[in-house]
Structure formats: C-alpha cells, structure tokens
C-alpha cells in the first residue's frame, strides 16, 4: 500500500507563496506518475501538476507560478506555490497512480490519495 502524507499548507494574502510536500511511502516518487490537485468548494477536483519520469504536466492556471520538485533521497514530492491568488483557495491534494500517460489534460483516477492539505488565499 502506497501512503501520501502532504503538509504545508496555510493562510497566505494574494501574492505570497507557499510550499506543499508530499512524503511518499514503499516506492519511490520517480516510479509513477506523482502529483497534485485540488478542489475548492463547490467545484470539481481539477489536475494542478503530474510527474513521471521528471517530465511535469501543469494546468494553464498554475504555469509560471507553481513549481513541482522531489527530494529522491527523502523520498518527497513538493509543490513550489508563488504569486498565490484567491482563486488558488483550495484543498490540495498528494496524488498517485500506476498510469501510462501522466498529464493533466488525461484526468486521471488516481489510486493512491493523501489526505490534503488545505491552501487559504486572501485578497
């Protein structure tokens, strides 16, 4: 069984940056397709960015912002998060899969799930 336990996550005004981590367990974070994604209330789960195989996927509305990043050694995934803006307010998510393809555009369903970590942007 693969455990995602992210952490990180807090209250930043519009601008500010913060860094989610995802300590990855029994397999390491450069085997499978890795990632985040979040779900904000009242929406729908969206793809925030995948890795596999150091080659990153981002959503549009993260590019040139949001950075993802491991620590091979410890076995950890971040998620670099700059110039935050209100609508980044979300529950982000530590996600993992088994899967081929590892893009946002796929929308995967991921078999192994952190239990999130909650990113609050005020203006």
């Known amino acids: 069984q693969v455990e995602l336990v992210e952490s990180g996550g807090g209250s930043v005004q519009a601008g500010g940056s913060l860094r989610l981590s995802c300590a990855a367990s029994r397999y390491s974070v450069r085997d499978y397709c890795i990632g985040w994604l979040r779900q904000a209330p009242g929406k729908e789960r969206e793809g925030v960015v995948l890795?596999?195989?150091?080659?990153?996927s981002y959503a549009d509305s993260v590019k040139g912002r949001f950075t993802i990043s491991t620590d091979i050694g410890k076995n950890t995934l971040y998620l670099q998060m700059n110039n935050l803006k209100p609508e980044d307010t979300a529950m982000y998510y530590c996600?993992?899969?088994?899967?081929?393809?590892?893009?946002?555009?796929?929308?995967?369903?991921?078999?192994?799930w952190g239990r999130g970590t909650q990113v609050t942007v005020s203006s």
């Open positions: 996600a993992a899969d088994w899967a081929g393809t590892c893009t946002v555009a796929a929308g995967l369903d991921f078999q192994y």
């Open positions: 890795l596999k195989h150091g080659s990153p």
